[in-house]
Each structure stands twice: as C-alpha cells, then as structure tokens.
C-alpha cells in the first residue's frame, strides 16, 4: 500500500511537470477536445457550454430556491441550526461536470494518468464556487479527509489534491491534516440523506495541537445532502472556528434550473 501511494503521487507531480513544460512548447489548448484556446482558458466555449451551472442568487446553503428578503437563506435553512456559514458549488453534478469530476477521481492506469486535464477542469471548476464565497476571505484551507486505510486503498485524496491548488491560487493558509476521520465510514453512495447523516455522525474531529482559525473554507470534490460537510464543519466549530464555508466543485441538486452560460 505504502508503494501504491508513493506511485500515485510521483504521477501527480509527473502530471504537473509535463503540463508545465507543454505550455512553453505548444499552444495552449481545450482539455475537453483539443482545439486552440485562450491561454487563460481550460476549456474552449463550445465545451465549457456542457457544463451545467447553479443560477447564482440562491439560498447559500442549500442553493435550491432564492433566499428570503434581507438574507442569504432560504425560509427552511433560515430554520436550519448548521455548522455551515455557507455551502456552495458554481455546477451541478451532472452530465459534463460529473464526468470531469469522476475522471479527476479515478485517473487511469499508467501514462492515461499523466493526463492534466481532469485535475485542471475540476480544479477550475471549484475555484468558481470560491468566487462565491461570503466575504471576508479565510484565514485556513481544509480538505475533508480521508480515514486513513481509505487513503490507503486509493493513493490520494482527491479534496486535498482541489484544497491545495486552491490555497496556492487564493494565497490562504493550507492544512491537510487540520481534520481526522476517526472511522472508516461505508461509502455514502446509494444511501438516503437520514443514512448519510447516520453513517457520518461524529466521523471527524480537528487533529490534536492543531490551531483552528476563525473563518475556515471546507473543502470537497462533491456535495449531495451535505452530511458529511456538515460533521466535518462541526468538528471544526468544536475547535473554534466561528465561520465555515463549504465549497465543492460540483453539487448535486434537484430543484434548482441550472445554466449554461
């Protein structure tokens, strides 16, 4: 397992290196299908198009109807007692973001893993959901982690991997380790939102000797129900933070008309 981590993040970093040295070579082009494109741009026009976006102007918590007058909160989250200041992703989890955001996950084997694109899209994508974010800025950055058998299995964490890239970007304070997952929870996949908050409850605590600051962002791949931000939010409220945000790079909603634009 030890070796299996170890290969995964030499191919990151191989990932990184060869993206970089590409850019001084060739001209910069659409992770999607090829073509030319702006060189601030990740994706061309025609591809960035497929991704289905969350109207702005909703509820800050659960992004699905517009908020009451003079607050960021929907009626029945204004109700809600939760850990989170905020919750907020700029695209849906679905179609084209679903499958840049799967990607990313599940890399695949040998020299297909080299491939930057996925990590760049969905990196793009979760730096959109930060330009949501209430102000002020926050003082720390802090993926949701993984229990560290799963972290194990898998080679990397992926929520790391986007909280990291974003703290460099937004210049903020990073810590991969200001949370611990205290049990090695199920997968939440097929389970309704009463078994998801089930199967997370009391599933994090901030690490020990860790200094938690006032305003935290909270970071994850996917946001469905929100249980699993709000456990982990709530450890962090535990430990003194006052303000957190959650902030995925894609959610999934039901309600809620997305855009294309």
């Known amino acids: 397992m030890w070796v299996k981590r170890n290969v995964a993040e030499v191919f990151r970093k191989l990932a990184e290196i060869s993206r970089g040295a590409l850019e001084l070579v060739l001209p910069p082009t659409c992770g999607g299908c090829g073509a030319q494109t702006d060189p601030t741009a990740v994706l061309c026009l025609p591809c960035n198009r ?15 109807i517009p908020p009451q007058p003079d607050s960021d909160r929907c009626v029945r989250c204004g109700m809600l007692d939760s850990p989170l200041t905020a919750c907020l992703a700029a695209f849906r989890f679905e179609g084209a973001g679903a499958d840049w955001i799967h990607r990313f996950k599940y890399p695949k084997r040998g020299l297909g893993g080299l491939d930057p694109a996925p990590a760049s899209v969905v990196g793009a994508m979760l730096r959109q959901a930060a330009c949501r974010a209430p102000e002020p800025r926050p003082d720390l950055v802090v993926p949701v982690p993984l229990h560290p058998r799963r972290l194990r299995l898998r080679g990397f964490n992926p929520a790391a991997e986007l909280a990291r890239a974003l703290a460099r970007d937004f210049e903020i304070p990073f810590d991969a380790a200001a949370l611990c997952r205290t049990r090695d929870t199920p997968s939440q996949t097929g389970l309704d939102r009463r078994e998801r908050q089930r199967n997370v409850r009391g599933a994090f605590q901030a690490r020990r000797g860790r200094q938690i600051p006032e305003r935290v962002w909270l970071i994850d791949d996917v946001v469905t129900t929100t249980s699993t931000l709000t456990e982990a939010a709530l450890a962090l409220r535990m430990a003194g933070a006052r303000a957190v945000t959650g902030l995925c790079a894609a959610r999934a909603l039901l309600r809620v008309p997305s855009t294309h634009n």
């Open 50 to 64: 497929r991704l289905e976006r969350i109207a702005p102007g909703t509820c800050q918590l659960c992004q699905e």
